[in-house]
């Protein structure tokens, strides 16, 4: 009897250390540390580095130009001021070559060259209010670029003495054009066919020198953004 109390008593032992051994090769995990990131001070500017403007980091913001009350754009000239832009840029027109002295570079045939495309953009711009199809686009520009059109929208700037002596000695010079348009000429007449391109080269030429200058000439004509096409055919009639 004794003996089997011992070898209880000897079990339970081996017992309780298995168990002291199990706990103590386990350890309970213990807490990840976690410390919390200073806040860094921001690196003072040097003297040397130019402080950016508090507008630098808005988004640039589009303001579209002023409407007229049949909803067309108005040419800055009728609103007083829209800052000299026009659509949230400087000019609508492809920037020309810097060219200081065209006449030097250039001959007459090649500033109305420019100046013929310069013109028409500026007649189809005007057509394009209100809208309406193409063929009737196409039939408002064409009335408007044809010699005889041009004559009397240059015969109307120079009754109301609007151009400089410079402008005119550039109508002078664009007048000797020599072309192979005998059609036009043909129907036209050799004397209105020049009078025409003499226009066209003074168009070219302040495409080329003085891009505010042509946009006042335009205007003056009747062309701007929103205009009743009344006004030019007025002019040419």
Known sequence: MAAASSSVITCASVTLRLRASSWDTNPSPKPIPFTIPSKK??????SSEPALPSSASQ???FTPPKMNNNNAHVHPR????????Y???ERWLPAAPKVKSPRSIYNA??????GDCIYELYARRHFLFPPSSIDVYNDRVMAIVRC????ALLKKLLDDDYLSEEE?????WGKNIVSGKRRTIKRAGVAVYNRASSLETLVGYLYLTDVQRLEDLMFKLG???GASSDLIFRETS
């Not at 005119?168 to 002078?172: F, G, V």
């Open 41 to 46: 001070k921001k690196k003072p500017l040097l």
């Open 59 to 61: 988004p640039l913001r």
């Open 78 to 85: 009728e609103q007083g001021s829209l800052d000299e832009l």
């Open 87 to 89: 659509l949230g840029y």
């Open 109 to 114: 045939a090649s500033l109305a060259y420019i």
């Open 148 to 151: 005889e059109s041009q004559d």
């Open 168 to 172: 005119r000695d550039i109508l002078r």
């Open 223 to 225: 062309f701007s953004t």
